[in-house]
């Protein structure tokens, strides 16, 4: 089971490592890390999915709170949160058919096409992990090149930021 | 004004008046405004001391000591000393020299990523780029090391920082959006643990290092009378409460009290205040857990569940949350008869492992050597200790009876720490007589500040129980490497009496029991710097012993 955490930082050199140093010394595990700039110039966004049981993920959010670089540390309820992941998608060509096929997967979850050659087509999707994780089953058969992934990036639903 | 002149300015309106370090090349514009300041410096003769002294000022005063170091390896020999203070929770201002920036990054000449390196060890870390900065980084420090659950801070300052001139202003007070070390104890989770406390038949006061962090003596102390509720420490919290007490059982834990142990598993309530439920303390964390209501009080909130299941939990200071709960006893005149099985049980166990607990039998067993320490040693007196058996031996049988006197290396463990630590006790309070129980073992990593111990006036008592080995190593091998032994023989080498004589102190070898308390007395008579020596025996272990991965209940008791 994966965890959302929301982490506004002091937009400062060197939080970022300290972010990861907390989870690297203390057994935790990142499963992925996105990091910007946010309307504010002082403050950066983290957005971090971690796999940790309860007592765990816990302990993370108090840890990550103690840190006094973090302003805000937030677990984000799945369902009150919009939460995306950007992926680019190397996929092998092998039939001229191959990209008609691609194309109209692409069009069915709403991805980008870039780069269409003989032999390749990136294709750019950004949705939820489960819908990644469709568009990828879908066209394994084809031949995953290669792989870029940004990593989860979420945000609260409603108003909220009284920072 | 430099940023040099600015850190030495800063330092004084925070009231430092001792600086324990060490000069080079990264630190010498510091170092020369250290020459024009009211400062006084004390020259180590190795910056990992500097840090301990720094680190014992800082335990006894409550206030951070600050300790010099330059660039490179002067800051790498301070690494050990700042991970000890975070492990203990001691406050720190640790200041480095660092290559002009210009050079950072170009792997100059005595470069080190100290704040990459500390990261892991420091409450936090600054490295200004401009002079400007320099007031508010040190205004900073102060208050991230003093407040809350107090630890390290590391400034890291570039020599060309050090050098350059700014306009500078120093604030009254600082503010960081990050950072909330005021925490007001939660008034209906304290109403809830005395609900606790008086429905439980068998409760505990489990008293750890933030009582001494805190001060809290005398709440803790109305808290035990007022509710009759007998008390054991962690190792760090030894101390917190007279050990002459009637309701005191002593530290629990890996070499606990035996009394400490029995009563902390037979027990079903704990009042646990500032203590993080170590592994040396509890032992396994499932079984020290079960059967058992856990109130924590801390002041750091990530404690709270970190080794074990809290039922309820207060954060705040311990001072402030005991002080609440005093007055809720008083207001409510809530009080407990001393007359019950619980109590009766207590006392029961205490007797009858005072009888019954078998003691070494050499002349210089090690209770009879610490328990005559005690005896001719005046109890306000301040003790550190180095880290081996002789450690566990003053916790076993070394009872601290003024609250707050007794200092060790217990989170990290550091040999080398007592001595050094107990200089800068000794800077922090000329007043009373400093000892540091020691092992050889430990004293040979740190027994250079010897030097510093006599030339600037600060002549601490250095008790060496020497059984010319790594004890507490031996006695692991003994027990679970089926006696071979390896890596421990120091072979009675050096004579600790011509050591102490050679730096200028004073060097009496005691060989009977008569003979420690003769030593004891010309030492604290004479005022200079004195290492009694005195030889123990090699096979003695320090018994009871909860072994590594076991539980309280399982103690090894002397057979």
Known sequence: MWSIISVLVENKPGVLFKVTNLFRSRNYNIDSISVGITENPEFSRMTITTSADEKQLNQIIKQLDKMIDTVEVKLLDE????????????????KPSDIMEITDLSNAFKCNVHDVRKSSIIVEITATPDRINAFEDLVKGYGILEIARTGMCALERGVGNES | MSGARSLMVALEKEGANIVFGLPGGANLPIYDELYKSNIRHILVRHEQSASHMADGFGRVSRRPGVCFATSGPGATNIVTGIATAQADSSPMIAVTGQVPTKMIGRDAFQESDIIGISNPIVKYAFQPMTAAEVPEVVKKAFYISSTGRPGPVLIDIPK?????????????????????????????????????????????ILAGGGVIISGAFAELQSIAELLMIPVVTTFKGKGSFPENHPLSLGPIGMHGHAEANKIMVEADCVLACGSRFSDRSVGTFEEFERNLKIIHMDVDPAEIGKNQTTHIAVVGDIKASLRIMVKMLIQKAIKRAGDNPWLKRVNETREYFRQNLKLHSHPLGAAKVLRKLREVLPSQSIVTTEVGQHQMWASLFFDVIHPGTFFSSTGLGTMGWGFPAAIGAKAARPDVPVVDIAGEGSFNMTENSLAVSVLDDLPVIVFLLNNFSLGMVAQWQRTFYDRRMIGIDLKNCPDYVKLAESYGAQGIRAQSIDEIGKAVQTALKSNIATVIDIPIDPQEDVLPFVAPGTSLKDMILPS
């Open chain 1, 79 to 94: 369902k009150k949160s919009i939460y995306r992941e950007l992926v680019l998608m190397k996929i092998k060509i092998t």
């Open chain 2, 160 to 204: 060309d920082v050090q050098q350059n001139e700014a306009e500078v202003t120093f604030p009254s007070e600082v503010k960081i959006r990050g950072y909330h070390p005021w925490i007001d104890p939660d008034i209906k989770e304290i109403e809830r643990a005395i609900d606790m406390l008086l429905a439980s038949e068998k409760p505990v």
